[in-house]
């Protein structure tokens, strides 16, 4: 095993530190910090591209991200100060009047000390407090000057450095990683003409389409005020108060009660602009611009029932995950893709464009892949870094701008005011992870915590003494769209913007068989905590002008006799939508490439298991997934070949923890096996949840026992229930590799669960 993980770069003994990897560095030893300027700047190094292939990529001034590292601290053989630099003697008494006299007011060492620490917490972001953050770069796979100045897109293989920000949207900063809830998907590109943030989510929609109603929205589905529950979850009923009052949150509805707000992970899930922006090109033409980020892992995610369960389990579940891929060098990596089209083309869709609640159907305009992101290196600090990034919708660059989206008005005002209260003052810009790699000039000063030392005695302009510096950029500079106006001065919508289910039908009916009965079931988990009967029947009236079978499903799951009347339709008008159905927003559109790197494989082991499961270890880990012995307790146990090290317990590392499970043969372990009710409560719960299951030679015994068939119920085989004689374990190997790269096998779903 050591041999082969020393062939290949990828490392799974870092995806959580078990085994042998957790005995290093030895205890009292310190792990001297990687010199930065030598081997720190991982984005000298080559990973191979499809589009633009391999070799030293063109850096350019922007390629790095070593601004940063001025700032990197390490402590390694260093002797312990105060903030001042004072050498600190004595870290473990304070200055007293005797042994068992008064501590002293002039103990300033005590002082410093326990004052840093009382102000050690900066307020969490009123929204998306929960994140966890990754560096990495972006590389364009060609020029697209015909569309863009924008620095970044300028030519094939050009790499700009980014850090990226994953977060839950309600939860506080402490919650659960799992909930159901949209994802955001923020990321900051350092580009030499400044930076740019990209603030998208994982769902192309939002609920309401003008920011005034921003507010209202999150008061709605954060917990309610009264007593502070519940935490991280709409299922409540303030939130589908709100929402059914608000029925062009329904297309979001659709989205956010599907599979794509439980993902599987931050590497498997894409992510949207979701606003429409303008691309600009040098001569000033416009064209509109959506932004799509795609996983390269495929798009998977959880069973609802996994996903409550993991959140007791490893409440950190996508925070750990991220981390662990990038640690073993399976970097995650997102193509970009833009939907690029003309001012004339968006007049003509039956939908308006600058309405957030609507997407671009790809069969209107297709996606163009426009460069790729790799993500390859964790933060230093968490504090730092991830909680200190201010991402901020007004942060564009030349060549890009906005749209008259309303939403996105208000988010240019928001982002950057929110950050005077999280980040303490205006001067959030220098600290280190938000500070641009471009160089800042102007006459900007002063405010709490300013770091820039400016010097000269001008800070205005136009000025003579400092020669007119800084001067204008002119025409190279950043110029907004010079869009003709006209119309009143008035608070409203317009017309296409009161169609607010045509889009949500058109989600419904793109979605599979297997999606639409999950839809089902979260609306119904959802509305049976709503306490308040009248909001249960308004969610159904508005679902009927979805989908009458969603409705019907929805209303019989809630105990519902009669169906009420739909809701009356703002606008009376029927619109006739370019598509009934788009492929593309089923999530088994997208099934990545087929390889099983990452997947968490748990190997069910106890003394007298067949010891050849070593060889299926070995197979899994040269695939670069994560496999661990599974046991009762840590230690070793015997089995009929040697002895094997258990990597975790049966305890710490439950079911849901895991993407496939594989049980060994050996009559003497499985009957052990059989004997723990934690074993048997694993399988069936891989089970339930339509993982895959690799069964060797008597092991089918545990299946056995834990009540599942080897046949579906509906007749036919299960093509992830997999058994194989001991000694045929080469092919089993590459017929499960198939089954985990499929990721659940969900032919086996009935509902209620079979065990
Ligand atoms: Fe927002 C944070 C995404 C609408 C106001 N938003 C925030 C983050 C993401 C989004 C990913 C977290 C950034 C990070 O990791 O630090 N928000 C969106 C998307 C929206 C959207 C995709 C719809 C298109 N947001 C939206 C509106 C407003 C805000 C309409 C206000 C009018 N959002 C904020 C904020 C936050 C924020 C209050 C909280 C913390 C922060 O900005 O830095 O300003």
Same mark, same amino acid.
């Given at each position: ?25 030895? +205890? ?90 009382? %102000?050690?917490?900066?307020? *969490?972001?009123?929204? %998306? ?5 990754? %560096?990495?770069?972006? *590389? ?190 399976? !970097? ?82 928001? !982002? ?37 030392? #400016? ?27 010079? +869009? ?24 419904? #009916? ?39 079978? =969603? ?52 190997? =069910? ?15 899994? =880990? ?50 052990? =096996? ?23 030679? !008597? ?23 997999? %058994? ?13 590799? +198939? ?17």
């Amino acid at each position: 095993t050591d041999e082969l993980a020393a062939a290949i770069p990828y490392n799974a003994n870092k995806a959580g530190e078990h085994g042998e990897a957790s005995t290093f560095p030895e +205890e009292g030893q310190t792990v001297a910090p990687s010199d930065p300027f030598v081997t720190g700047s991982t984005l000298t190094e080559t990973v191979a591209s499809p589009k633009v292939g391999s070799g030293e990529p063109r850096l350019r001034f922007n390629a790095g991200n070593e601004p940063l590292d001025r700032v990197r601290a390490d402590s390694s053989n260093q002797t312990l100060t105060t903030n001042q630099g004072v050498p600190v003697g004595d870290n473990q008494n304070s200055l007293k009047a005797g042994y068992r006299g008064p501590a002293l007011l002039e103990d300033f060492i005590l002082r410093e000390k326990i004052t840093h620490f009382d %102000h050690e917490r900066i307020p *969490e972001r009123v929204v %998306h407090a929960r994140g966890s953050a990754a %560096h990495g770069y972006f *590389e364009c796979y060609e020029s697209l000057a015909q569309y863009t100045c924008a620095s970044l897109f300028a030519e094939a293989g050009k790499r700009t450095p980014v850090f990226v920000r994953f977060s839950t949207v309600i939860g506080e900063r402490g919650s659960a990683d799992t909930v159901r809830d949209a994802r955001g998907f923020a990321t900051k590109f350092y580009t030499d003409e400044g930076n740019w943030d990209l603030v998208g989510n994982n769902i192309p929609v939002f609920f309401i389409q003008d920011a005034i109603k921003f507010p209202d929205l999150v008061h709605a589905a954060k917990p309610e005020p009264h007593f502070a529950v519940p935490q991280a979850s709409t299922a409540h009923d303030t939130f589908w108060d709100f929402v059914s009052l608000m029925p062009e949150s329904t297309h979001m509805l659709m989205w956010l009660m599907s599979d794509r707000a439980i993902p599987r992970s931050f590497r498997t899930m894409q992510g949207f602009g979701v606003n429409t922006f303008r691309l600009v090109t040098a001569a000033g033409e416009s064209r509109f611009v959506k932004f799509h980020w795609q996983p390269l892992a495929g798009t998977y995610s959880l069973d609802w029932d996994e996903a409550v369960k993991i959140s007791g389990a490893d409440p950190d579940f996508h925070r750990r995950d991220l981390w662990e891929a990038i640690e073993c060098g399976a !970097y995650p990596e997102y193509e970009l893709g833009m939907q690029i089209f003309t001012e004339e083309q968006a007049e003509q869709f039956s939908f308006d464009v600058l309405d957030a609640t609507k997407i671009v159907p790809e069969e209107l305009v297709p996606v163009k892949a426009v460069g790729r992101m790799i993500l390859n290196r964790n933060p230093d600090n968490f504090f730092a870094e991830t909680e200190q990034v201010a991402f901020c919708a007004a942060h564009i660059v030349p060549g890009l701008d906005f749209s008259n989206d309303p939403l996105l008005a208000g988010r240019i005002h928001s !982002y950057v005011d929110t950050q005077l209260t999280r980040l303490g003052g205006p001067n959030f810009h220098e600290i280190p992870i938000n500070s641009p790699v471009a160089q800042v000039h102007n006459n900007q000063r002063d405010g709490m915590h300013r770091q820039t030392i #400016n010097r000269g005695r001008v800070s205005y302009e136009p000025n003579s003494l400092a020669g007119g510096c800084p001067f204008q950029a002119g025409a190279a500079g950043f110029r907004s769209f010079p +869009e003709p106006m006209k119309g009143d001065k008035v608070r409203g919508k317009p017309e296409r913007f009161a169609d607010h289910y045509t889009q949500a039908t058109l989600f419904w #009916n793109s979605q599979s068989a297997v999606e639409k009965v999950h839809i089902i079931r979260a609306f119904r988990f959802e509305l049976t905590r709503v306490q308040s009967p009248a909001i249960r029947q308004r969610m159904v009236a508005m679902l009927e002008n979805v989908a009458s079978d =969603l409705a019907e499903s929805v209303a019989r799951g809630l105990g519902m006799d009669t169906l009420p009347p739909p809701l009356p339709k703002a606008l009376k008008k029927d619109v006739t939508p370019e598509v009934s159905s788009s492929p593309a927003l089923s999530l088994f559109a997208r099934p990545g490439d087929g390889g099983i790197r990452m997947r968490r494989i748990a190997i =069910l082991v106890a003394d007298g298991i067949d010891g050849r499961i070593t060889t299926l270890h070995a197979g899994l =880990l040269g695939e670069q997934a994560v496999p661990r012995f599974v046991g009762a307790r840590l230690g070793s146990v015997q089995t009929t070949e040697g002895k094997i090290q258990v990597d975790v317990t049966l305890e710490a590392m439950p079911s849901v923890l895991f993407d496939a499970l594989v049980v060994p043969g050996g009559s003497e372990g499985v009957e052990a =096996l059989a004997r723990l009710g934690q074993a048997l409560e694993f399988v069936k719960e891989q089970y339930r949840h339509c993982k895959p299951i690799l069964v060797l030679g !008597y092991g089918r015994k545990l299946i056995e026992a834990s009540g599942i068939r080897w046949t579906l119920r509906a007749g036919g085989q299960d093509s992830g229930l997999l %058994h194989f004689e001991d000694e045929d374990i080469g092919n089993a190997l590459d017929r499960f590799i +198939e089954a985990i790269a499929a990721h659940r096998h969900f032919e086996r779903e009935t509902d209620p669960p079979p065990v």
